[in-house]
C-alpha cells in the first residue's frame, strides 16, 4: 500500500512541474479568437468523456448485484467491442456525410439509452444497452476529432495550434477521469451501483445542450451518396502508404492499450514479490485499485504535457518511435519479471505515460494525413482490428504471459510502421524541398523548411 501512495503522491508532484514548464515554453496562439474556440471543443468534449468514465468503475460490479453470472458477464462485455466494430464502424461514419455535429449529438442519446438500461435487471436488456454503447464508443473516437480538425481548417488558425487542443483534451481527459472516479464512487456509495450511470446521463445531457447552443455543423462530402464515403476511405487506405501504416500503428497500440486495462489488475495481483506476500496465509494482499487508477491518469496527464515539449523540437513521425519501443519494453516486465510487483508497476506507469503521449501524437498524425472527405470513415476503418483484437482476447482464456506476449507483438509490428512512416515522410519532404524550399502539408497548406539539418530531425 505504502508504494502505491508513495507513487501516486511522486507523480502528482512531477506532473504539476512538467505541466508548469510546458506552460513556458509552449507557444502561444496568435489569433485572439483562438481560446475561445478551443474551450468551446473542450467543454462539450470533456464532458462527453466524463459520462463515459463515471460508467466504467462500477459496470461489473452492477452485473453481479444483479446475480449475472460470470459467463454472461464477459459476453456482455464481448458484445460492446463486437458492435462497436460491426455497428458502430458503420454508424459513426456516416458523420461524414449527414455531419458530425449530428453525430456527436447522437452519441450522446445513444450512450444515455445506454445508461438507462442499466435499471433493468435482464440480460437481454442489459446486451441491448451494450450494443447501444458500443455504437456511442466508435462516434466518440472519431467524429468528435473530425469536427474538430475540419472547424479548426475552416477557421484557418494555426497549424501548430491544433497540437496545444490535442494535448490538452488528452490532459483534461486524464483529469477528468480522476473526477469522474472520486464522484461515480460517492453516489454509488450513497445511492447504489445504478447511480454513477444517472449521473452520467446528467452529463450526456448537458453536453447535448452545450453542443446544440455552441457547435456549427461540418461534413465531410455531403453531396456524396452514402456509401461513397466507405468507398473513399478504402481506396485513400489502399492507395496512400503513408494513411496504411498509420492504421495500422493505431489499431495495434489501441489494441494492446485496451488489453492492458483488462490484464493489469490480475498482473500486479499475481506479482508476488517478497515485501508484498503476507506471511501469514501466504496470499497476496489486495491492491488499492484507487490510488493505482490515480497514477495511471496522473502518469498520462504527464505524458500528454511531454507531447507539447516534444512537439517543439520535432514531429509525432519521429519521436513516437522511441515512445512505441518503450512501451513494448514496458509490457515485457510481466513476462520476464511476472513476481517483481514493484518494477511491474513502475513500467505500467511509464506505459501510461507513453499513452498519454501517444493519443495527441496519432490525432496530429490524423489531421495530416487523412483526408477530409472521409476522416471519420478512416477513422472507424482503424478501429476495426483493434476492436477484433480485444473480443478474441475476451473470448479465450489466455494465460497472463501469453496476453503481455500478445502487445509485446503487436507493440513490434506497430514500431516497425511508425518506422515505415516516418521514413516515407522524410522522403517525401526531400523530394519536395528543391521545389522553393517548401513542403506541402496534407489539410495545413505550405509550411517553410527551416534548413537541411532540422528536416533529417523531423
Not at 294 to 305: E, H, L, P, T
Not at 334 to 352: C, D, K, R, Y
Amino acid at each position: 500500500m505504502d508504494m502505491f501512495v508513495f507513487a501516486l503522491g511522486f507523480l502528482i508532484l512531477l506532473c504539476l512541474i512538467v505541466h508548469f514548464y510546458t506552460r513556458q515554453v509552449q507557444q502561444q496562439p496568435k489569433d485572439p479568437s483562438f481560446r475561445g474556440f478551443q474551450q468551446t471543443y473542450l467543454f462539450v468534449y470533456l464532458l462527453a468523456v466524463a459520462a463515459d468514465w463515471l460508467q466504467g468503475p462500477h459496470v461489473y460490479a452492477l452485473y453481479e448485484s444483479y446475480n449475472i453470472k460470470k459467463h454472461e458477464i464477459e459476453v456482455l462485455f464481448i458484445a460492446g467491442f463486437g458492435s462497436s466494430m460491426i455497428f458502430g464502424t458503420v454508424i459513426a461514419s456516416l458523420a461524414d456525410k449527414y455531419g458530425r455535429r449530428n453525430t456527436c449529438l447522437v452519441y450522446g442519446i445513444l450512450y444515455g439509452l445506454s445508461c438507462a438500461t442499466k435499471h433493468f435487471p435482464n440480460f437481454y436488456i442489459l446486451f441491448f444497452g451494450r450494443i447501444l454503447a458500443g455504437i456511442a464508443t466508435s462516434i466518440l473516437f472519431s467524429a468528435f476529432e473530425s469536427w474538430l480538425v475540419n472547424e479548426h481548417q475552416r477557421r484557418n488558425y494555426e497549424p501548430e495550434t491544433l497540437t496545444i487542443i490535442f494535448a490538452n483534451a488528452a490532459f483534461g481527459n486524464s483529469l477528468v477521469a480522476i473526477i469522474s472516479g472520486i464522484v461515480a464512487q460517492n453516489v454509488a456509495n450513497t445511492f447504489g451501483y445504478v447511480a454513477p450511470f444517472d449521473s452520467a446521463i446528467i452529463s450526456f445531457i448537458a453536453m447535448c445542450a452545450l453542443l446544440i447552443t455552441t457547435w456549427t455543423e461540418n461534413y465531410g462530402d455531403a453531396n456524396a451518396p452514402a456509401m461513397q464515403s466507405f468507398v473513399s476511405a478504402w481506396n485513400a487506405i489502399k492507395s496512400d502508404r503513408k494513411i496504411c501504416y498509420l492504421g495500422i500503428v493505431q489499431a495495434l497500440f489501441e489494441a494492446s492499450m485496451y488489453v492492458f486495462v483488462l490484464e493489469w489488475t490480475p498482473a500486479l495481483t499475481q506479482a508476488l514479490n517478497k515485501s508484498t506476500i503476507d506471511k501469514t496465509d501466504n496470499k497476496n494482499p489486495p491492491i488499492p485499485h484507487g490510488y493505482i487508477f490515480a497514477s495511471y491518469m496522473v502518469s498520462m496527464m504527464i505524458g500528454s504535457n511531454l507531447f507539447k515539449v516534444l512537439c517543439k523540437y520535432t514531429t509525432p513521425e519521429s519521436f513516437m518511435r522511441p515512445v512505441i519501443l518503450i512501451s513494448a519494453l514496458c509490457m515485457s516486465v510481466p513476462v520476464f519479471m511476472p513476481t517483481a510487483q514493484s518494477i511491474m508497476f513502475a513500467g505500467f506507469l511509464i506505459f501510461e505515460s507513453c499513452v498519454g503521449i501517444f493519443w495527441p501524437a496519432m490525432a496530429q498524425l490524423r489531421s495530416k494525413y487523412v483526408p477530409e472527405e472521409a476522416r471519420a470513415t478512416v477513422m472507424n476503418y482503424f478501429r476495426i482490428p483493434l476492436n477484433l483484437i480485444v473480443v478474441i482476447i475476451l473470448l479465450k482464456d489466455f494465460e497472463l504471459k501469453t496476453i503481455f506476449t500478445s502487445c509485446i507483438l503487436f507493440l513490434l509490428l506497430a514500431g516497425i510502421s511508425i518506422f515505415c512512416l516516418h521514413r516515407l515522410s522524410l522522403h517525401s519532404m526531400r523530394a519536395m524541398a528543391p521545389l522553393g524550399n517548401i513542403v506541402t502539408v496534407p489539410q495545413h497548406g505550405i509550411k517553410p523548411i527551416a534548413d537541411e539539418k532540422h528536416s533529417e530531425t523531423i
